[in-house]
């Protein structure tokens, strides 16, 4: 086999695996289809070119788990990051960059790094057995050739798709005066306790008003090149609204086998379930509502659901072309298959969502890889910090619920059954972390109470989070002196 690191795909992920492989001293061959064959959402053939928005999200290394990433890629020598702060333009608070100059700059970095070797070509077949280590890092605009390869990798049929996403709330913004815990029919599932969910009850008035809501919610519109997503399995709530008032009522709303306890002679007219969305329990998604609504309009409409008036979200739905892998069931915690270990992804293609995010995840990817290749075993970053944390939620942290079917129809035969996945690509999110526990009074004396108690909680995460990482950095470092 040969000593150089395949990568395949220059967009963030395999470009900061690439710099980080390379600067650790190793040797990287970096494969990049564009300009030979282009994309329908590219217009460049620079590396890591930002295709939809110019920013990296919130700065704020502080009270933010994006900026709190960024922080902890900075430490690390990230050329996504290093780019991007000598590229950013005004943005307030978060960190946006001029798209083409930053992309030009990490184009320039890795063409001129000594220890990269870059093939403009499509990759195309199967990874040949004389490579050594490998990256796939194609992105969610893989081609259909790269797909195919991946696809007869992980046996999965499934690998490209419209995928549904349903918005995720945190847990400590449900308002329990109203909502409760209870599965249906008291049903006790796989580890469960009969209390699985939280319901939030609607009377017939709040419920036609959501109705109303959502049929004149503004949604967004797909682009040309997505084609159109819309199959049963997974409608968006406000389709379903559309085909009937009683859709949603006998859908994912339905109000069966639930009883409210603080009203329990009141039978609720519909009732809305989430359902526990990690294993820290922190994160809760809504059941069922999968929805293309705008961000502004979602927000709004999902508010006006009883006991979910102050919800905040780590992620809102959505439903949009994308390429991704069941990483929970697929890759081992150093992102690489657990039936090919010398195959790893990073990016998008694992289920990350956001441009640092699918960085961040080439970082990591090509440190693992790096460190495998020099005969060391692989050392993770702690969960305590922002890149532990989004690695462990798609690596592990993830509750993978294998009792969720979508009925098919085929032709003239008759419906089959098949799992669906229930693994959405996340964003990094102070959810994933950790918990901490609060003091009862601040370095000042003064009681933490209110909404002091969340900031309070997101710095000391945070500043946990930095410590963390350094003694992480120096034994990664010191295993190769």
């Known amino acids: 086999m040969t000593k150089e690191i395949h990568i395949i795909g220059a967009g963030l992920a395999g470009s900061e695996a690439a710099w980080q492989i390379a600067n650790l001293g190793g040797k990287v061959i970096l494969h990049e289809m564009r300009p030979t064959r282009k994309t329908d959402a590219h217009h460049t053939d620079g590396f890591a070119e930002l295709v939809c928005s110019n920013s990296f999200r919130s700065d704020d290394k ?166 159109t997503p819309y199959f049963d399995g997974c409608l968006p709530i406000e389709i379903m609204a559309e085909r009937g008032r009683e859709t949603l009522r006998w859908g994912p709303m339905k109000p069966v086998g639930l009883t409210d306890p603080k009203n329990p002679t009141v039978k609720p007219y519909a009732i809305v379930q989430l359902r526990q969305d990690n294993k820290l329990g922190t994160l809760y998604n809504m059941v069922g509502f999968q929805t293309k609504l705008k961000y502004g309009s979602q927000t709004d409409i999902l508010r006006m659901i009883p006991g979910l008036e102050k919800a905040e979200f780590a992620r809102l739905g959505g439903i949009h072309r994308n390429t991704y892998l069941n990483s929970p069931v697929l890759l081992d915690r150093n992102l ?90 996340m964003n990094v999110n102070f959810g994933l972390f950790q918990p901490v526990i609060l003091p009862k009074v601040d370095e000042e004396g003064n009681r933490i109470k209110g909404k002091a108690k969340s900031r309070y909680r997101k710095q000391m995460m945070s500043k946990r989070a930095l410590v963390d990482l350094e003694l992480w950095i120096d034994s990664f470092e010191y295993s190769f002196k």
Not at 158 to 171: N, R, S
Not at 395 to 401: W, Y
């Open 62 to 227: 502080d009270f933010n788990a994006v900026g709190l990433i960024h922080e902890e890629m900075r430490r690390l020598n990230s050329i996504i990051l290093q780019c991007a702060d000598a590229n950013k333009v005004p943005a307030g608070g978060a960190l946006a960059v001029d798209r083409d100059e930053f992309s030009q700059a990490v184009t320039k970095a890795l063409e001129e790094h000594p220890n990269i070797q870059i093939i403009r070509e499509e990759f195309t077949g199967d990874i040949p057995d004389e490579w050594g280590d490998v990256i796939i890092a194609s992105g969610p605009l893989t081609s259909d050739a790269l797909s195919k390869t991946i696809t007869n990798l992980t046996k999965e049929d499934d690998l490209a798709f419209f995928d549904a996403i349903a918005p995720i709330i945190y847990k400590d913004s449900i308002n329990f005066d109203i909502a409760w815990y209870q599965s249906r029919y008291d049903k006790i599932g796989p580890e469960g306790d009969g209390k699985d969910y939280i319901n939030c009850p609607m009377n017939e008035e709040q419920y036609h008003a959501f109705m109303d809501a959502l049929i004149e919610g503004d949604s967004t519109e797909f682009k040309e090149w997505e084609g």
């Open 336 to 425: 690489s298959l657990k039936t090919q270990p010398k195959i790893r992804f990073a990016g998008q293609i694992t289920g990350v969502e956001g441009y640092v995010e699918s960085a961040a995840c080439g970082l990591m990817a090509g440190r693992f890889a790096f460190a495998e290749m020099k005969g060391k075993q692989a050392s993770f970053p702690p969960e305590t910090t922002a890149l532990g944390a989004l690695l462990d939620h798609i690596t592990g942290g993830h509750l993978v619920h294998d009792e969720e079917i979508v009925e098919t129809q085929l032709g003239d035969e008759a419906p089959k059954k098949k799992k669906k996945r229930s693994f959405q690509p």
